[in-house]
Nanobody, 117 residues
C-alpha cells in the first residue's frame, strides 16, 4: 500500500527558507511523477511544483524563481526548497504522486507551512 510522509513544515519569517520532504513507500517511486500542492484557508488547492518521471519540472506562477522541486529516486523522496518566502505562501502543503499511466494517484497527509513575523 502506498504511503507518503511529508516533513519539514513549520513557522518561518518572511524572506526565510524551508525545505519540505516527501518520502514514499509501497510504490515503484521512479515510475511516478510527483507534485507539491498547497491549500490556504478558504482557497482551492493549487499546484506549487511538479516533477515528472524524467525530472522535467514546472511551477505555479506565484513560486517561480523562489521554489525548487527535486527528486532522489534512490531514497524514494522528493524535496521542495522554498526560498524568499512570503506570507501568501502560508498553507497546508500536500505531496501527490501519479503513476506515468495516470491510473494511480496518492496523496500525503499534508504539512503546515506558516510565513509570519
Amino acid at each position: 500500500q502506498a504511503q507518503l510522509v511529508e516533513s519539514g513544515g513549520g513557522l518561518v519569517q518572511p524572506g526565510g527558507s524551508l525545505r519540505l520532504s516527501c518520502a514514499a513507500s509501497g510504490i515503484t517511486f521512479r515510475l511516478y511523477a510527483v507534485g507539491w500542492y498547497r491549500q490556504a484557508p478558504g482557497k482551492e488547492r493549487e499546484l506549487v511544483a511538479r516533477i515528472s518521471v524524467d525530472s522535467n519540472t514546472n511551477y505555479g506562477d506565484t513560486v517561480k524563481g523562489r521554489f525548487t522541486i527535486s527528486r532522489d529516486n534512490d531514497k524514494n523522496t522528493v524535496f521542495l526548497q522554498m526560498n524568499m518566502m512570503k506570507p501568501d505562501d502560508t498553507a497546508v502543503y500536500y505531496c501527490n504522486v501519479e503513476h506515468w499511466s495516470g491510473q494511480l494517484k496518492y496523496w500525503g497527509q499534508g504539512t503546515q507551512v506558516t510565513v509570519s513575523s
